[in-house]
């Protein structure tokens, strides 16, 4: 059984930074494709970042590009997610996900997901 595990997370203040971690789980499991969404209040969950296994493709929403930094460490099977120069617009949960197969940037396209972890930057 796939396990995505989140950690990291919470308050900052604007202009902060924090680091998300997501550590997959599983019998020979190896996911191609990780990456992380973000779902506000009232909107649809958003496209952040992903990165395929060898970091050969590595994709940013326009929004978090020079800002967020994604990153693998593959024989862990664990994909992070720096965040830097937050923005009050930046609060929302954030899952991570993972997929066989070719990376993507539809969250629909993610075959296991993380449990989600709340991001809250305060002005």
């Known amino acids: 059984q796939v396990q995505l595990v989140q950690s990291g997370g919470g308050l900052v203040q604007a202009g902060g930074s924090l680091r998300l971690s997501c550590s997959a789980s599983?019998?020979?499991?190896?996911?191609?494709?990780m990456g992380w969404f973000r779902q506000a209040p009232g909107k649809e969950r958003e496209f952040i970042s992903a990165q395929s296994r060898g970091a050969a493709n590595t994709y940013y929403a326009h929004s978090v590009k020079g800002r967020f930094t994604i990153s693998r460490d593959n024989a862990k099977n664990t994909v992070y997610l720096q965040m830097t120069s937050l923005k009050p617009e930046d609060t929302a949960i954030y899952y991570c996900?993972?997929?066989?197969?070719?990376?993507?940037?539809?969250?629909?396209?993610?075959?296991?997901w993380g449990q989600g972890t709340q991001v809250t930057v305060s002005s």
């Open positions: 996900a993972a997929k066989t197969g070719s990376i993507r940037t539809r969250a629909e396209e993610y075959d296991y």
């Open positions: 599983g019998p020979t499991f190896s996911p191609s494709a």
